[in-house]
């Protein structure tokens, strides 16, 4: 068995039976336990990565998609706030690589055809989704863009991590697939990809791990995920009330027994 801690090959025996039970990743040796070392997958994806920042103001990019455009010529995501700009001072063209814009959907293709068989990661993952949704006039075929986002996240690619988990969880177009979510989503997760650490959070809640959820949350929430922090906001109240159930509780059985002394007295 693997630590997720510390990462060793170790004898069944250095773990203690809970933890034999969790899957790898979240699987800490008896050693890792006493000493509180932290978790890989807690460790990393911990800040966004260079590559979420808009190429020419150097911001991080909206979590929201629609706050930012992709560029089919470079594949580039551009924030809408350059985009605007680069249309203010006349530009038309893509406003990173000066690459004329084509005029209709369709004329994407050629471009994004191009980079993908020059084995760009992006282009491979773009066209992936072109493939799922059925867009630029291609028909949708999900299996071709399973193979697709499969090829361009072993590349590195952690929104092809991403999808993948979305597409096995919801289980719609392909099988539903709970072990192949946990692997994309701590795959991207562990690439800084702020949506999947949330979702991991979700998923942890749902099966129990309150703690993991709670430090995977806090994890997308200081990277600017709202859910994230209101899902931690949401926990920190249950616990206070649950606490001040429990306090209520042991004042009620505290008098209840001073009650019954005075009784027997």
């Known amino acids: 068995m693997i630590c997720g801690a510390c990462e060793r090959e170790l ?23 006493a000493a509180g070392n932290q978790l890989v997958l807690m460790k990393r994806g911990r800040t966004r990565p260079e590559e979420d920042e808009c190429p020419i103001c150097n911001l991080p990019l909206p979590l929201d998609t629609k706050q930012s455009s992709f560029q089919a010529c470079c594949m580039t995501l551009v924030c809408k706030g350059c985009d605007l700009a680069a249309c203010k001072r006349g530009m038309r063209d893509c406003p990173f690589c000066r690459a004329a814009t084509p005029g209709a959907e369709s004329l994407c293709l050629p471009m994004i055809q191009k980079r993908f068989d020059a084995g760009d990661p992006m282009a491979i993952y773009f066209l992936g989704s072109q ?4 867009l630029l006039g291609l028909e949708k075929d999900v299996t071709r863009a399973v193979e697709l986002y ?23 177009d392909v099988e539903k697939d709970t072990a192949k979510v946990i692997r994309h989503w701590e795959a991207a997760a562990m690439r800084g990809h702020v949506k999947a650490r949330h979702n991991f959070g979700c998923e942890e809640d749902d099966a129990g791990n309150y703690d993991l959820a709670s430090q995977h949350w806090t994890i997308s929430a200081n990277m600017g995920h709202e859910g994230s922090l209101n899902n931690l906001k949401h926990h920190v109240r249950e616990r206070s009330r649950d606490q001040g159930r429990l306090c209520w509780s042991s004042a009620w059985l505290s008098g209840r027994c001073r009650g019954n002394e005075k009784c027997r007295s």
């Open 11 to 33: 004898p069944d025996d250095s773990y203690s039976e809970e933890e034999r039970g969790r899957r790898q990743s979240i699987r800490r040796c008896e050693e890792c336990v």
């Open 131 to 134: 493939y799922r949704f059925g």
């Open 150 to 172: 499969e090829r361009a996240a072993e590349l590195g690619v952690k929104v092809a991590h991403f999808n993948l988990g979305l597409l096995y969880h919801k289980g719609a």
